[in-house]
């Protein structure tokens, strides 16, 4: 079993500190490599997949969240809200209801639709110190995020070829789901009172998750407070079961926020907003890929890709090439010379790197590598540039492999 919050200290990937306050983890270099990597790979696939960028601002006035019902059904989870002047602004706890405005400040027709927005943007939760835990439950979030605004015949597909966006970063990342879980409102008063919403949302999920021939189960008391979702549940190593990545539609927003789309017949219609976030939380993301993997993240998640370990100070000047080249090529390679201890020693301190490449006198003075993979084979010495070309393609194309045959 691993805790990322031993093996993120030991790593030096993140830390916390009492002033900066509780939930409120800082990332360290190393870290900031992962995450970086991370939120490149999440926008390249969105961006590939028909999605478009925005920026919102963190804070938003109240009426805001009045009006998206957040104030009235959620306001216990948000910070209290800050005196501007006359006016009251709020750390915002969702970024749905700025991607509506941003979606309501231009007219739109159906030839425009789906209209995919995505954002990879900061948002804010009151969490209690007691369930605050590293990087799994934080107050400070940075969301991997999107709303497509559609056609109600778009629903089914748009939320479709979500759940598959899900799927493919999930096996770039090394991820395996636990379940699919229809996540469906519950007693009490947390919920948006429309039952005719809640029925119409819930079937059209349904019929996502059944033409994507997953196995699911429907749990009451998890959906939203606007409507229902799937949830994708991932386990940690004890078994434990949390939510990583999201697909919702939502009918209740477009309506409070008077969303509309001119149709084929001049009139005004409202469009259906789908939810869907690929790797939910970058936090949470981070803290379960370190427990996956304990640490020895896919080649081309590591903060270190390649460890270069020149036997003794005379092979110096080519393992410095060596990193330069590594460098040129977009991979991420560090010199641990011999003042870093024995080449033994250096090794077992590189045990995680994805590639450890020794420099001997022979290696040096031909321009062959030894490279040793992190699980332990041992490949035959070859030309630099080949060895090099194989990591970028492998790299590249976002495999789990090390090496291929």
Same mark, same amino acid.
């Given at each position: 079993?691993?805790?990322?919050?031993?093996? +993120?200290?030991?790593?030096?990937?993140?830390?916390?500190?009492?002033?900066?306050?509780?939930?409120?983890?800082?990332?360290?270099?190393?870290?900031?490599?992962?995450?970086?990597?991370? %939120? %490149?790979?999440? =926008?390249?696939?969105?961006?590939?997949?028909?999605?478009?960028?925005?920026?919102?601002?963190?804070?938003?006035?109240?009426?805001? *969240?009045?009006?998206?019902?957040?104030?009235?059904? *959620?306001?216990?989870?948000?910070?209290?809200?800050?005196?501007?002047?006359? &006016?009251?602004?709020?750390?915002?706890?969702?970024?749905?209801?700025?991607?509506?405005?941003? *979606?309501?400040?231009?007219?739109?027709?159906?030839?425009?639709?789906?209209?995919?927005?995505?954002?990879?943007? /900061?948002?804010?939760?009151?969490?209690?110190?007691? $369930?605050? +835990?590293?990087?799994?439950?934080? =107050?400070?979030?940075?969301?991997?995020?999107?709303?497509?605004?559609?056609?109600?015949?778009?629903? $089914?597909?748009?939320?479709?070829?979500?759940? &598959?966006?899900?799927?493919?970063? *999930?096996?770039?990342? /090394?991820?395996?789901?636990?379940?699919?879980?229809?996540?469906?409102?519950?007693?009490?008063?947390?919920?948006?009172?429309?039952?005719?919403?809640?029925?119409?949302?819930?079937?059209?999920?349904?019929? #996502?998750?059944?033409?994507?021939? $997953?196995?699911? %189960?429907?749990?009451?008391?998890?959906?939203?407070?606007?409507?229902?979702?799937?949830?994708?549940?991932?386990?940690?190593?004890?078994?434990?079961?949390?939510?990583?990545?999201?697909?919702?539609?939502?009918?209740?927003?477009?309506?409070?926020?008077?969303?509309?789309? @001119?149709?084929?017949?001049?009139?005004?219609?409202?469009?259906?907003?789908?939810?869907?976030? $690929? @790797?939910?939380? #970058?936090?949470?993301?981070?803290?379960?890929? @370190?427990?996956?993997?304990?640490?020895?993240?896919?080649?081309?998640?590591?903060?270190?890709?390649?460890?270069?370990?020149?036997?003794?100070?005379?092979?110096?000047?080519?393992?410095?090439?060596?990193?330069?080249?590594?460098?040129?090529?977009?991979?991420?390679? &560090?010199?641990?010379?011999?003042?870093?201890?024995?080449?033994?020693? =250096?090794?077992?301190?590189? =045990?995680?790197?994805?590639?450890?490449?020794?420099?001997?006198?022979?290696?040096?003075?031909?321009?062959?590598?030894?490279?040793?993979?992190?699980?332990?084979?041992?490949?035959?010495?070859?030309?630099?540039?080949?060895?090099?070309?194989?990591?970028?393609?492998?790299? +590249?194309?976002?495999?789990?492999?090390?090496?291929?045959?």
């Amino acid at each position: 079993m691993h805790d990322h919050r031993k093996l +993120g200290r030991e790593l030096d990937l993140f830390d916390t500190d009492p002033l900066m306050g509780a939930g409120l983890p800082y990332w360290l270099p190393d870290g900031a490599v992962v995450r970086h990597t991370l %939120e %490149e790979y999440v =926008r390249e696939a969105e961006r590939r997949a028909g999605y478009r960028h925005v920026y919102s601002p963190v804070l938003g006035k109240r009426e805001l *969240y009045e009006i998206s019902g957040h104030w009235s059904h *959620y306001s216990e989870d948000m910070f209290p809200p800050m005196r501007l002047g006359g &006016e009251q602004v709020v750390l915002r706890p969702s970024l749905c209801p700025h991607h509506a405005l941003i *979606y309501r400040s231009r007219a739109h027709s159906y030839r425009e639709l789906p209209l995919r927005m995505a954002e990879l943007g /900061g948002m804010y939760r009151a969490e209690l110190s007691g $369930v605050l +835990g590293g990087l799994t439950r934080v =107050r400070a979030i940075q969301l991997n995020d999107a709303h497509i605004f559609c056609t109600p015949d778009q629903a $089914v597909d748009e939320a479709r070829a979500a759940l &598959e966006l899900i799927r493919q970063a *999930y096996r770039a990342l /090394g991820i395996e789901d636990a379940r699919y879980r229809l996540s469906l409102p519950g007693a009490g008063g947390k919920y948006v009172a429309d039952p005719a919403l809640w029925q119409r949302a819930t079937a059209l999920l349904a019929e #996502v998750l059944d033409g994507s021939g $997953v196995p699911y %189960e429907a749990v009451e008391g998890e959906a939203a407070f606007y409507g229902p979702k799937i949830d994708v549940q991932v386990a940690d190593s004890a078994g434990r079961e949390s939510t990583l990545s999201t697909v919702q539609i939502d009918f209740h927003q477009p309506a409070r926020f008077d969303l509309h789309y @001119i149709g084929p017949d001049g009139a005004k219609h409202r469009p259906v907003m789908v939810h869907r976030s $690929v @790797i939910g939380s #970058v936090e949470r993301a981070v803290a379960h890929l @370190i427990e996956r993997h304990g640490g020895a993240l896919p080649a081309w998640l590591a903060p270190t890709q390649i460890a270069v370990l020149p036997v003794s100070e005379a092979e110096l000047p080519q393992a410095a090439d060596l990193v330069r080249r590594c460098v040129e090529r977009g991979l991420r390679a &560090e010199l641990a010379g011999p003042e870093q201890g024995s080449l033994g020693a =250096r090794i077992r301190s590189a =045990r995680l790197v994805p590639y450890q490449v020794v420099i001997g006198a022979k290696e040096a003075a031909a321009d062959l590598l030894a490279p040793r993979l992190r699980s332990g084979q041992r490949l035959d010495a070859l030309p630099a540039n080949r060895f090099l070309t194989r990591v970028e393609a492998l790299v +590249g194309a976002h495999s789990t492999d090390l090496w291929d045959a």
